[in-house]
């Protein structure tokens, strides 16, 4: 039976693409529309779920929160974390769940302050090695308009739900690999390897030492790492974090990685850092 729900407590939006119909080149950086954003949602913006009999169903809901009707194509894409850059679609993977998913419909009008709803089903063949199959089901829609110039301008939208299917005994397999601080982000950064057959949403609470002197502690907001790969954990992404200011010099990292339902595993943590002189 597929959860439907989203177990985990973030989502990582996938904002907004722009493009110039005259040129038809789309633009490699998302762009943020606060009127478009607005207007076009996603709902569970994350699904876990075990296959049963080799199948998961499950639907999504698409929002158009705005006061004026839209058009929305659905479609699939897989995607990775990136270790710094984060969320990223690929031309191809291994573990791309695309080619075992049904859904329906694949284009829908959405009138204004509407909801619908998307059914997808995962069908996975008893022939498919157990593990983790993933992708990213976007909702997208296209808005025309003309710019200071008087070119015709789209900008597209699009907000996507990531679906995870897994197949047989899967689970993540975590170790803490180092810590970097980021002296122009002032970030502090900690290396985590998920080296298992599961993604998994990592938090963190940390407290960082330098002899025995607590120079800051805090709870970072939970961060995706897909499986068989790595990703570098910002620990003072909180709203209320404040940037750091840290010194040249040796410091003490430590706490623990927090995943799961209420968080309920655990895994301690215990690494150097060295901030070099400049």
């Keep these: 039976m597929l959860d439907s729900t989203p177990k985990l407590n973030s989502f990582y939006k996938i904002a907004v693409k722009a493009f110039q119909i005259g040129s038809g080149a789309l633009s490699a950086a998302f762009l943020l529309s ?3 954003l607005a207007q076009l949602g996603a709902s569970p913006l994350i699904i876990e779920a075990e296959t049963n009999r080799g199948q998961a169903q499950t639907m999504i809901n698409v929002i158009n929160s705005g006061d004026t009707p839209l058009r929305a194509r ?8 990136d270790r710094d850059k984060g969320f990223q679609t690929l031309p191809s993977d291994p573990n791309d769940l695309s080619p075992y998913l049904q859904f329906s419909p694949r284009e829908l009008t959405i009138p204004p302050g509407v909801t619908r709803r998307v059914r997808l089903r995962a069908i996975l063949a008893p022939s498919l090695p157990d593990g983790e199959y993933r992708t990213a089901v976007f909702a997208e829609t296209l808005k025309e308009s003309v710019n200071g110039s008087g070119k015709n301008v789209g900008v597209i939208t699009r907000v996507a ?12 397999n975590l170790t803490v690999d180092s810590a970097e601080f980021n002296a122009n982000q002032k970030t502090l950064q900690l290396l985590v390897k998920n080296i298992g057959d599961a993604s998994v949403r990592l938090g963190a609470n940390w407290q960082l030492k330098q002899g025995e002197k607590i120079i800051q502690t805090g709870e970072s907001v939970p961060t995706a790492i897909v499986a068989q790969s790595d990703r ?14 840290l010194l040249p010099g040796n410091y003490q990292l430590t706490g623990e990685l927090t995943w799961g339902e209420d968080n309920r595993n655990q895994l301690p943590f215990s690494v150097n850092l060295n901030i070099p002189e400049q």
């Design 161 to 172: 739900t990531t679906v995870y299917i897994r197949k047989g005994d899967v689970s993540p």
């Design 232 to 245: 570098n954990l910002i620990l003072n992404n909180h709203p209320e974090s404040e940037p750091l200011a």
């Design 34 to 36: 606060s009127t478009a």
């Design 74 to 81: 659905i479609y699939t894409e897989p995607f990775t974390y």
